[in-house]
């Protein structure tokens, strides 16, 4: 009985992830408790109580040096934050958590101690611990008061989003995402053939489990369904003028994420369903919700049924003027390189 005992701590110990003790460097960080108002250096407010469950979306500003994190789009926290130096930038876009690792060591600077990494990107550009002077100063990564990212870690969830705006790239560039617009490693020119009118693709088994993204491209008029940054689906769709006097095409650029629930009307696209309860994180350029997307926009009914039915809280997506995926030529050589 006691070797049982003692074998069945020593499985808990060793599947068990400690923290990390802060580092002597790092800044602790100091609580406010107020979500309002001026916050100096390693100020932070967190209260995840204000909305106890729902999809997280943190939103990080670079030109304020400030965090500040939604789940199921109700402000529960906010912290500053030291993003990157001149030269080592902090590359603006959405990005995706791919990997979380309470105890992290850089491979990159002379194994230095990241508590609390939370991956943004595979070229080294994560949210972790780290000393905030009150000035961007990393070398990419977004540095954050040690406490605060203790519990940042502990509601965040692998396959979240995260939005940084730098105020120069346009927000909803998909930053992260490996996709079509980094070609998937089975990509053939058939994968951006053009659509016809009307036209889908439906591939699930591509990817059979992980968060799911949608891209709207008004340049290549065609929505996009990824999951877990893997191409399963894609649809033509249809753009209806909307602005002053309905003549423009534009739809600008915006970021959506799912909330949890329905609401009492009827889904734009999905016949039959209640339409979904989204937040809109970001935009610029022509104003649109979710109603005006609905209005816009036109797609294969029975396209939008089987992606209503994988899609869940926390489901991001981003609606752009912009393409979305590289040319056939271009994407064959980024496969041959």
């Not at 991956?119 to 540095?143: D, E, V």
């Not at 003028?241 to 423009?248: D, I, N, P, W």
Request: charged share 15%; glycine share 10%; proline share 9%.
């Amino acid at each position: 009985m006691r070797f049982l005992i003692a074998t069945t701590m020593l499985v808990a110990l060793l599947g068990s992830s400690p923290a990390m003790e802060m580092p002597s460097f790092h800044t602790k960080g100091s609580p406010t408790g107020r979500p309002t108002g001026a916050l100096k250096p390693g100020e932070y407010w967190l209260n995840p109580q204000v909305s106890p469950s729902g999809p997280v979306m943190v939103l990080v500003s670079v030109p304020q040096q400030m965090m500040h994190v939604y789940r199921n789009g109700i402000l529960i926290g906010r912290s500053t934050v030291s993003t990157g130096s001149q030269g080592h930038s902090t590359p603006g876009g959405v990005f995706t958590i791919l990997e979380k690792n309470k105890t992290h060591y850089s491979k990159t600077y002379d194994n230095a101690p990241m508590p609390n990494m939370q991956r943004l990107t595979w070229s080294g550009i994560a949210m972790h611990s780290g000393n905030l002077p009150g000035y961007p100063a990393s070398h990419g990564c977004i540095r954050l008061p040690y406490d605060f990212s203790q519990q940042l870690f502990q509601i965040t969830a692998k396959g979240g989003t995260v939005v940084v705006g730098d105020g120069k790239t346009p927000t909803p560039y998909l930053a992260s995402n490996p996709g079509l617009m980094l070609a998937p490693t089975d990509f053939n020119p058939a994968m951006v053939r053009p659509l016809g009118k009307n036209d889908y693709e439906w591939k699930p088994e591509r990817s059979t489990s992980g968060p799911i993204t949608m891209v709207v491209s008004g340049a290549d008029k065609a929505l996009y369904v990824y999951r877990n940054g893997n191409p399963i689906g894609r649809a033509s769709i249809e753009i209806k003028s909307g602005g002053f006097l309905g003549s423009r095409k534009e739809l600008g650029n915006h970021v959506f994420t799912m909330l949890e629930g329905t609401t009492n009307k009827p889904s734009w696209w999905a016949p039959g369903r209640a339409a979904r309860k989204w937040m809109r994180v970001t935009s610029s350029g022509a104003k649109l919700d979710v109603d005006d997307l609905g209005k816009r926009l036109r797609v294969n009914p029975d396209f939008a049924t089987k992606v209503y039915d994988v899609i869940s809280p926390g489901t991001t997506v981003i609606v752009t003027d912009q393409p979305a995926v590289r040319d056939i030529v271009r994407s064959s050589r980024i496969l041959e390189n």
